[in-house]
T-cell receptor, first 111, second 111 residues
């Protein structure tokens, strides 16, 4: 079983919808939680970065971390066609060097 | 451009040949990571450097793979005796404060 599980989708929504993307994890040592956006044939781009539990908002994006449930979410409000991409969750243990990624959820926002 | 630069962007090779990829990280970032990504999967950790020291290699990394980072600047990833299963996107990332900044990757196709 993978340390980080992510629903692969694909997810298709109309423009303006609220999108919810989720990941679960098994390693209780994870303290840093990230969301990356990846367009086709490009490298991942950091969207949101949070430490431990709680919420963080940045424009139309909100990241939530629930460490008690080992569950993280990314919400996108007023989704736009330009949000169409693959979204990757990632997490890391501060005592380890690497980040561990989910397999990504592919999102399509239709005009 | 002050981002992470990878060269080449695409590489097509025949099985059994050796290939080498180069990564130029963001200059003030001391940590440099290599990840591999196949279609429909998230990035998989390969190895990372702190300055010129290689601190961790994935257990999944075969002896055919070697990475260097002379003088703590650019890094190279070499794959010897390539196999079809090596076909993937090879991603390099700079790291600072728990955040990864990826290049656009090198897409390797082994025929």
């Amino acid at each position: 079983q993978k340390e980080v599980e992510q629903d692969p989708g694909p997810l298709s929504v109309p423009e303006g919808a609220i999108v919810s993307l989720n990941c679960t994890y098994s390693n209780s040592a994870f303290q840093y939680f990230m969301w990356y956006r990846q367009y086709s044939r490009k490298g991942p781009e950091l969207l949101m970065y949070t430490y431990s539990s709680g919420n963080k908002e940045d424009g139309r994006f909100t990241a939530q971390v629930d460490k008690s449930s080992k569950y993280i979410s990314l919400f996108i409000r007023d989704s736009q066609p330009s949000d169409s991409a693959t979204y990757l969750c990632a997490m890391s243990d501060p005592n380890a060097g690497k980040s561990t990624f989910g397999d990504g959820t592919t999102l399509t926002v239709k005009p | 451009d002050t981002g992470v630069s990878q060269d080449p962007r695409h590489k097509i090779t025949k099985r059994g040949q050796n290939v080498t990829f180069r990564c130029d990280p963001i200059s003030e970032h001391n940590r440099l990571y290599w990840y591999r990504q196949t279609l429909g999967q998230g990035p998989e950790f390969l190895t990372y450097f702190q300055n010129e020291a290689q601190l961790e290699k994935s257990r999944l990394l075969s002896d055919r793979f070697s990475a260097e980072r002379p003088k703590g600047s650019f890094s190279t990833l070499e794959i010897q005796r390539t196999e079809q299963g090596d076909s993937a996107m090879y991603l390099c990332a700079s790291h600072v404060g728990g955040k990864l900044f990826f290049g656009s990757g090198t897409q390797l196709s082994v025929l």
